[in-house]
Every structure is written in C-alpha cells, then in structure tokens.
C-alpha cells in the first residue's frame, strides 16, 4: 500500500473551505486515494475516495493531481463539527488492507 | 441500521490479566477487522477475517493476542496476559465483500483499555 504525507495540523475558519493536502508519489496506477476522518472519542468514518477523477458526495470533494502524486480534500464549508484528525489512504480496495498514517489534525475556528 | 457494535467501551485491568473485547459487525459484512490505535496515531490493523477465515494475521502478537470469529458473525479480541504497553483503543470495522474498492469499511466506537 502507498505511503502517505500530511502536514499533522491545521485550522480553518468556520464557513470557509478547508483544503487538506496529501502527498502519495509512491502511489500505484491502480491504488485508490481514500479518506476517512476521526471525532475526538469515535472510530473514523469514511468520507471520500477517488482513483484519476475528482469526486464529490455530500461530504467532500476530492481533487487528484493528474501525475496522481497528490490530492487535496475540500471540505466546502467548514463547521466546527468537521473537527477531526483527517486520514489520506492510498490502497487497492478500502475493503482490504489499508495503512493509517498520523493524519491532519483539522481545527475549525469560530 | 446498526453501525458497529462493540463491547466493553472501557476496560480497565491490572496488569497480568486477561482481558476480552467482543464486536458484532453490521448485518451481512463479512469482512471483519480489528485494529489498535496508540494517542495520536492512526489506526493500525491486528487482524482481518474473510467469514470465519483469518486473512490476515500478520500484525497479531500472537504471543499474547488471540482472536477468534468462529461463526462468521461477531468476533472476540482477547489478551492474555496484559502488559502495560496494551493500553491503548481497540478499534473493529466490517465491510461488505472484498476487493471491491467501494466497500468502505465501518468502524465501531472502540474499546479503550487501560492497563495498571
């Protein structure tokens, strides 16, 4: 599976788009980028997945870089309720086994 | 629908003891898993079961760790004996047929254990 890097924190002003960066250059061309987010005290909770294509859902938009090196997720209007430790996957089938990394801790300010 | 099920939410032990933590998955995932999760990391996966099979067992300390899904339905973590380093949240997650990268895996809330 595809290692991963994110920067471990940041924050975002409430009502503004929260861009989460992920670097995944060792990805392969089959590899799916996921991510799945983490509330304080709760199991994580999948958000979002993408393979070439940028994806959106009720959650999130997910835009992957056409060398597929990196993807940012967009969380377009932050509320202080998508505070959470925010993880970026790369791996086969979300079904099989993937690799959690640290994460983003993502703080949302009033 | 029921999400994850998982029980106890807290544990506390001395160390030396045993200790169990059981999981019921959502109705019809047949792909089970069971995670550790250290303060402030990422999950990290002990072990996966395809039905009854064990997949992957590859990260189970099975000098201490055991785990057992003799139905295909819910499963059992145990340690024994718990050292203090086992302190730590113990996280299961099903999932629908493998192999399909739309199967999103659902997590439980976790066992957090604390080890005296």
């Known amino acids: 599976d595809a290692k991963t890097t994110q920067p471990p924190s940041m924050d975002c002003a409430e009502g503004r788009a929260a861009n989460l960066p992920c670097n995944h250059s060792?990805?392969?061309?089959?590899?799916?980028v996921y991510w799945y987010r983490q509330i304080h005290s709760q199991g994580p909770q999948y958000i979002i997945h993408g393979l070439k294509n940028n994806e959106t859902n009720e959650m999130a938009s997910l835009i992957i870089t056409e060398d597929r090196k990196s993807s940012t997720l967009i969380l377009p209007h932050a509320t202080l309720r998508d505070t959470a430790v925010y993880y970026c996957?790369?791996?086969?089938?979300?079904?099989?086994?993937?690799?959690f990394g640290s994460g983003t801790r993502l703080s949302i300010r009033p | 629908e029921a999400g994850v099920v998982q029980s106890p939410r807290y544990k506390i032990i001395e160390k030396k003891q045993p200790v169990a933590f059981w999981c019921n998955p959502i109705s019809g995932h047949n792909t089970l898993y069971w995670y550790l999760q250290n303060l402030g990391q990422g999950p990290e996966l002990l072990i996966r079961?395809?039905?009854?099979?064990?997949?992957?067992d590859s990260q189970l300390p099975k000098d201490r760790f055991s785990a057992e899904r003799l139905k295909g339905v819910d499963s059992t973590l145990k340690i024994q004996p718990a050292e203090l380093g086992d302190s730590a949240v113990y996280l299961c997650?099903?999932?629908?047929?493998?192999?399909?990268?739309?199967?999103?895996?659902?997590f439980g809330p976790g066992t957090r254990l604390t080890v005296l």
């Open positions: 079961y395809e039905n009854e099979e064990a997949v992957d």
């Open positions: 997650a099903s999932s629908s047929p493998s192999g399909l990268a739309d199967n999103e895996q659902f």
């Open positions: 060792t990805i392969s061309g089959n590899e799916y």
């Open positions: 996957i790369g791996g086969y089938s979300s079904a099989s086994k993937i690799i």
